[in-house]
């Protein structure tokens, strides 16, 4: 089945899927079906609409692949970093989409949400080196476990806050917000998100529409700044 579209395609990226022989080169508007693996290459960066109601930011050097269990999407990061923006309005009662890496788990809450996999780091005393998770809920609410499953179990993180997997000690927990604020990571995201959804409904492919949708984010751009916006649009096309 069908677990979403290409939206953004910069620079190079694979598509590997299970029935295929072979790799095949990511395409801006291809399909993305569950358990196709996507690889990125260096200085590339990939977008995917899933069930347009979340947008996921794929960066350079990065695999991963989406797979679906009832009542939720999952997405197996293997390496690399993403970007998870979800409207919360759009979910189901009881729906989820997680993002899975090799010692961790973290759930998005209808908020902005950035998963990183970096180097291995050695365990003194505990084994070979294993990759390193970074979580950082940007905004909203998110959740977050440890791989395979030991205490503290799953938590709770609000908007700024990071955590790491495997934790430095055992239960250590999240790092509360300090400093700058990621507003502006956020809203970026969702804006992204936001002229996703309505590019890929053929509905708003009117003249009328564009117009209309031109004006909200004209507001929403100067929203912030001090400068004054006036704008003059026609109530018909």
Not at 41 to 61: I, N, P
Not at 144 to 159: I, K, T, V, W
Not at 209 to 230: E, I, K, Q
Request: glycine share 10%; with cysteine.
């Amino acid at each position: 089945p069908k677990a979403g579209v290409v939206t953004l395609l910069q620079g190079s990226a694979t598509l590997a899927r299970p029935l295929l022989r072979q790799e095949l080169p990511l395409k801006f508007k291809d399909d993305v079906l569950y358990r196709d693996r996507i690889s990125t290459r260096e200085q590339s960066l990939v977008r995917v609409l899933l069930g347009g109601k979340a947008l996921v930011t794929v960066r350079e050097l990065s695999v991963l692949r989406i797979t679906e269990e009832p009542g939720r999407a999952l997405i197996d990061l293997d390496a690399g970093k993403v970007a998870l923006a979800v409207v919360r309005q759009r979910m189901r009662p009881g729906e989820a989409i997680e993002v899975r890496t090799p010692n961790a788990l973290a759930a998005v809450r209808g908020t902005v949400m950035i998963v990183e996999v970096g180097d291995a780091a050695p365990q003194a005393g505990r084994g070979p080196a294993v990759p390193v998770t970074h979580v950082h809920c940007v905004q909203g609410e998110c959740g977050y476990g440890y791989l395979p499953r030991q205490s503290p179990g799953r938590a709770e993180m609000g908007a700024g806050w990071l955590a790491e997997a495997p934790p430095v000690a055992p239960g250590d927990p999240a790092i509360p917000p300090a400093g700058a604020s990621s507003g502006a990571v956020a809203r970026q995201l969702l804006r992204s998100l936001d002229e996703t959804v309505w590019a890929v409904n053929p509905a708003k492919d009117r003249l009328d529409s564009v117009v209309n949708y031109l004006g909200g984010w004209a507001r929403d751009f100067f929203a912030d700044t001090p400068l004054c916006l006036a704008l003059d649009l026609p109530a018909t096309v």
